[in-house]
């Protein structure tokens, strides 16, 4: 019964709040982005590198402090281009998660570029900077590419849409948190 109060309760301060306190407009912070896309041709796999900008807002630091798990999806394709329909060769969907720990004051984040491991820090800056680097991940293997043809790599960055408890999904539907999606960036490139 108690619980049942307390609830009520939170939900009217909540919903009060909103009220009193609308949501900041999106359009003052700067658009995520995709930026420095490298390849490299050599070896056996080609291998790409970029970085997310702009892709942290002070809400989003706020929930991971309060310890939501945040998780950047990455997209990645390779396509041949042809006269009619160009054809995928590779297509991969990375995932950047970052948690916080409040008893260890430590930020962990898992990335599919060091699987077996997940990166431990303390400092928040270091855990953003590691959220937000691609560094020479392997795409495909470069004995699927035909030498002297052209490619396009393809590339975009989304917040994983978190999943709330099913009460604070009708209260939080207007959430601006979680709107967080670059356009797709494409390289043209020759191997």
């Keep these: 019964m108690k619980f049942l109060i307390l609830c009520k309760t939170f939900l009217i301060i909540l919903l009060a709040a909103v009220t009193v306190c609308p949501p900041v407009c999106q359009a003052e912070d700067k658009k995520a982005e ?5 390849l490299d041709k050599s070896g056996k796999e080609l291998k790409v590198s970029f970085h997310l900008v702009n892709c942290f807002n002070s809400e989003m630091e706020e929930a991971i402090l309060d310890g939501v798990p945040t998780t950047f999806r990455i997209l990645l394709s390779i396509q041949k281009p042809s ?4 054809s995928t060769m590779a297509d991969l969907s990375l995932l950047h998660t970052i948690k916080y720990n409040r008893l260890n004051n430590e930020y962990q984040v898992t990335l599919p570029e060091a699987p077996q491991e ?7 800056a270091e855990a953003k900077a590691w959220m937000s680097t691609v560094s020479k991940f ?13 490619y396009y790599l393809n590339v975009k960055a989304e917040l994983s849409k978190v999943e709330l408890p099913l009460v604070f999904r009708y209260i939080l539907f207007w959430a601006s948190l979680w709107d967080f999606e670059t356009g797709w960036y494409t390289v043209e490139f020759l191997y």
């Excluded at 995709?34 to 490298?38: A, G, L, V």
């Excluded at 006269?83 to 160009?86: H, K, P």
């Design 118 to 124: 997940s990166l431990v820090t303390k400092n928040l």
């Design 83 to 86: 006269l009619v329909v160009n």
């Design 138 to 150: 392997p795409v495909i293997p470069t004995c699927c590419l035909d030498r002297d043809q052209s």
């Design 34 to 38: 995709i930026s420095n896309i490298e």
